[in-house]
């Protein structure tokens, strides 16, 4: 059974910073692209960020390149998000994702696997 548990969520000022994990088990974790999506408040979900199964090759939605960086460890079944710079519209529950592909990332609001999610806030 494929399960992904977020953690590193919480409330943070504009301007600052924040790192998200993601463990993964139930798969091999190294075999397959991860990706990050979030919801905003009243609103649906949003592709925000993804990597490869190596970690080559990282994407990132146009609203957030620039500030945040995906990463892995692929010895820990860890994945990270990576963000900076937060602004008052990053506030949302992030969720780490996965479609079970090596080595491509679907920008995708419909994942086939997501975790229960963490919330950011970014406010003064």
């Known amino acids: 059974e494929v399960q992904l548990v977020e953690s590193g969520g919480g409330l943070v000022q504009p301007g600052g910073s924040l790192t998200l994990s993601c463990v993964a088990s139930?798969?091999?974790?190294?075999?397959?692209?991860m990706y990050w999506v979030r919801q905003p408040p009243g609103q649906g979900l949003e592709w925000v960020s993804g990597i490869t199964y190596g970690g080559a090759t990282t994407y990132y939605a146009d609203s957030v390149k620039g500030r945040f960086t995906v990463s892995r460890d692929n010895a820990k079944n860890t994945l990270y998000l990576r963000m900076d710079v937060l602004k008052a519209e990053d506030t949302a529950v992030y969720y780490c994702?996965?479609?079970?592909?090596?080595?491509?990332?679907?920008?995708?609001?419909?994942?086939?696997?997501r975790g229960q999610g963490t919330q950011v806030t970014v406010s003064s």
């Open positions: 139930g798969f091999t974790f190294s075999d397959y692209s």
């Open positions: 994702a996965t479609d079970l592909l090596s080595n491509v990332v679907r920008r995708t609001t419909l994942p086939k696997h």
